[in-house]
């Protein structure tokens, strides 16, 4: 098995391995920003961490509570609220506007309580990512695509949007384990 394939089957593996802190799961605790930072890019970094730019920075932070898409720490501490909204936004406003971000919340939650809006996010990302990953096994392989779960019409946002990053997130995996072959091809001719 070549290097690239190899490499591409344990990073599926980790995907499709890959679980989001439910929010019974986060810290039920107040933190401080610097905190915070780290538990997202913990939590993220595997998804989202791939190229030289931060996951989440303070400022990142503090535009999202001007724009008032999260809500606004209570004497500079941020809760399970504040975390829940910063992993939504985080992998969401890679394929989407931040003003598409704040009104899916918005959206999202009149239909739910936070905790259940934020659980069910973490379940269709996790279900798009699997899907994404056995549809690249599939291809890899030659076996016919399995078919999609069926999706209701009032979570149809969040399921695209989810798909989406999913889609984008193989997009650059395949973009990179392309150029780094290319680039081991133009090492061993320069050899």
Not at 115 to 133: D, G, K, S, V, W
């Amino acid at each position: 098995m070549l290097e690239r394939e190899h490499k591409t089957l344990v990073w599926l593996d980790e995907i499709q391995q890959y679980r989001l802190p439910r929010w019974e799961e986060l810290p039920d605790i107040e933190l401080y920003m610097d905190q915070v930072i780290t538990l997202i890019e913990r939590y993220l970094t595997p998804l989202v961490g791939q190229s030289d730019n931060k996951v989440i920075t303070s400022a990142m932070i503090n535009n999202y509570v001007k724009l008032s898409i999260m809500p606004k720490p209570v004497k500079k501490r941020y809760e399970r609220i504040h975390l829940a909204h910063l992993i939504v936004i985080t992998i969401l406003k890679q394929v989407l506007l931040i003003t598409e971000v704040k009104e899916g919340i918005f959206l999202q939650s009149k239909l739910c309580t936070i905790p259940e809006a934020y659980n069910l996010f973490c379940n269709m990302q996790e279900t798009a990512l699997r899907e994404m990953a056995e549809r690249y096994r599939c291809a890899f392989s030659g076996k016919p695509l399995p078919p999609a779960e069926p999706v209701g019409l009032d979570s149809m946002g969040l399921y695209m949007a989810c798909n989406a990053f999913a889609g984008k997130t193989f997009a650059e995996q395949i973009i990179f384990s392309r150029q780094q072959e290319r680039d081991l091809v133009i090492r061993d001719v320069q050899l």
